[in-house]
């Protein structure tokens, strides 16, 4: 039996459930822009048009599980070993240490090939050669980072030097900040104590008193000097910060 029934409309392509819902529901809001009664509210029709289209926009997010689950890139696929090996040099990390390597080597040895290794080596070296300058070494020195004996010999020395100096000049900035911090709090007490009738009650209730000095009096010099000796000693901190800077 032959069918003659009309022939489905080829011109357009099948809609997705997604499609169906945008279309249902636009057709919903238009009929329901049309409505003047028993909805002549202006306040309840536009709360009921946000949720129409809150509850739009929550169906077609939840169409979303339909497309399954995603499949995750191969981290060691496609990689630029040569960039790889010059990043890992550049943190002072030794090429044997590669955690990128390490990664790969275990979970995908197939592409750790020899031609990736020769490209990794290669972009390793080329950043041996920034690691190991003098500046670099200042400012791996200053950041307090660990030195893994990378550096070629004949270079090593000059790195070395400025690798050490650049620590000292952490450490220096460090004891420098300390002292202001303490040189504020000394000063605030300072002022505080010079203050008519605060300075016997403060000294009383941290019972310092007995401790440090004999009367009230004493014991704000002894700040005094205590504040004095904080500032030259951070004066002289900053002279050498300075020196070790240029």
Not at 46 to 64: D, E, G, M, P, Q
Not at 128 to 157: K, M
Request: net charge positive; hydrophobic share 40%.
């Amino acid at each position: 039996m032959v069918n003659t029934s009309a022939p489905p409309d080829l011109s357009s392509p099948p809609r997705s459930l997604a499609g169906h819902l945008v279309l249902i529901l636009g057709a919903l809001g238009r009929r329901f822009e049309r409505l003047t009664c028993p909805v002549k509210s202006f306040f309840v029709r536009s709360f009921l048009a946000s949720t129409l289209w809150v509850l739009s926009l929550l169906l077609l997010a939840s169409c979303t599980s339909f497309v399954g689950p995603q499949v995750k890139a191969d981290p060691c696929s496609n990689v630029d070993w040569f960039e790889v090996g010059r990043l890992d040099a550049l943190v002072g990390a030794p090429a044997e240490t590669s955690l990128a390597l390490q990664r790969c080597q275990s979970t995908a040895p197939d592409k750790v090939t020899p031609n990736a290794m020769e490209f990794y080596v290669a972009g390793w070296n080329r950043g041996l050669i920034s690691y190991c300058t003098p500046e670099h070494a200042f400012n791996e020195g200053r950041r307090q980072r660990e030195y893994q004996q990378i550096c070629p010999a004949h270079v090593e020395r000059a790195f070395l030097e400025r690798y050490e100096a650049g620590r000292q000049l952490s450490r220096l900035e460090r004891e420098s900040e300390a002292n202001e911090r303490k040189i504020e709090i000394l000063a605030n007490e300072i002022r505080a104590l010079e203050s008519p009738g605060i300075l016997d009650d403060a000294l009383r209730r941290t019972g310092q008193l007995p401790k440090r000095s004999s009367t009230g009096r004493g014991r704000l010099d002894e700040m005094r000097r205590e504040l004095a000796e904080l500032k030259n000693r951070n004066a002289t901190l900053n002279a050498e910060i300075r020196r070790l800077e240029l």
